[in-house]
């Protein structure tokens, strides 16, 4: 369900503001965002699609309605909540929008191998792995270690600093 829910962008920080009760219109939800209008309306058709969010009945207008969380879409909202907190500098929440980060970081509580974090999610390719891993190494929210103590040597990947507050965001609700 992780990996559905961050593969748009937005859809993390929209239930966090709808946690934080933030109106469900849409122009109060955009404005708190700072979305693109396209971007953010395939977060919220998203979050529709995976039954968290739907349309309050009797309330909004047919063009601009109003949301509300569905009794799934509220546990994952407070999931989401903690997990925005977490980041509260604009500047790595670049990186918390991407697809693979948040998944990757609820993976990696112990130390993993390539292998058993691409096990772990299974749609991901080699190269989006790889890529999403070199970027959380250089945020420093991931730890890359070689273990040499067996014949081959082989890199580990461990949530560290700021990687770890998300994994423990996401855990709490396991």
């Known amino acids: 369900m992780l990996v ?31 979305a693109s209008r396209t971007s953010f309306a395939s977060s919220l058709e998203h979050l529709v699609q995976l039954r968290l969010l739907e349309r309050n009945p009797g309330h909004g207008h047919p063009l601009r309605p109003e949301f509300r969380l569905t009794p799934n879409g509220i546990k994952a909202a407070e999931t989401a909540g903690r997990i925005v907190n977490a980041v509260p500098d604009d500047g790595e929440f670049a990186l918390l929008r991407r697809s693979w980060t948040v998944p990757i ?5 112990t ?3 390539f292998s058993s974090i691409k096990l772990g999610l299974a749609t991901i390719t080699d190269r989006a792995l790889s890529t999403s891993l070199h970027r959380l190494e250089a945020r420093a929210w991931l730890q890359r270690d070689i273990d040499t103590s067996r014949r081959a040597p ?6 560290v600093n700021r990687g770890i507050e998300i994994n423990r965001a996401i855990d709490l609700t396991a």
């Open 4 to 34: 559905k829910l961050t593969s748009r962008a937005w859809s993390l920080q929209v239930l966090a503001l709808l946690h934080a009760g933030v109106p469900g219109r849409q122009a109060p939800l955009l404005a708190a965002t700072s």
């Open 105 to 109: 970081l609820a993976l990696t509580d």
């Open 111 to 113: 130390p993993q191998r």
């Open 154 to 159: 082989f890199p580990t990947y461990l949530a």
